[in-house]
């Protein structure tokens, strides 16, 4: 069962403002920030797949889209550098879980973030994988984690904003059930 849910930006860093209206995060300049969605991604024996669907509006370089599960601590940073984090941004996949680090490139100009993309990112928690999709196109990138990643630590919607007028919107959110 798919089901809708009430995902926001609940969480930002000082140089991001937030239409809530919207949910559109906007880089205003100076240092670089991360924002946050407000659900709780973890292994509850139920929740199987989690589903956000967000719209790249400006994208001067680096933005990078993925979850992290450092309690939401890097609002004034970069999220990947937390010790348990995974993103999609930059032509790369960022994986850093237990501090150990690991970048990969997705295959060059092949799937970068451009202006007006929309990506789908698709979480499978029994699946220990994660799936980024540029929508209208066939062109996918999913990795594959360790079967416990999800067991023991609570992981939310991360997203990386390094540069001025980088924006991003939050378009939708479902998950799916198993009862």
Known sequence: MYCGSFEYISCYGSNIEYNEETKTMTHT???YNS???????YYDGRT????WTLKIIKNFRFICIGIDA???GYVDGDYTDSNDSIGFGGKRI???LDGKRERKKTGGNIFGINDGDTIVMELNIELS????????TDKKYSVNL?????QNKVFYL???LPNINDSVQLLDFTHDWSF
């Open 35 to 41: 924002a946050y969605g407000h659900v709780k991604i």
């Open 48 to 51: 199987n797949k989690y589903i």
């Open 158 to 160: 991360a997203i990386y």
């Open 29 to 31: 300049g100076g240092h």
């Open 94 to 96: 960022y994986i850093q």
């Open 70 to 72: 450092s309690n939401k």
């Open 129 to 136: 994988q994660i799936i980024f999709l540029k929508k209208h």
């Open 146 to 150: 360790k079967k416990d990643v999800f």
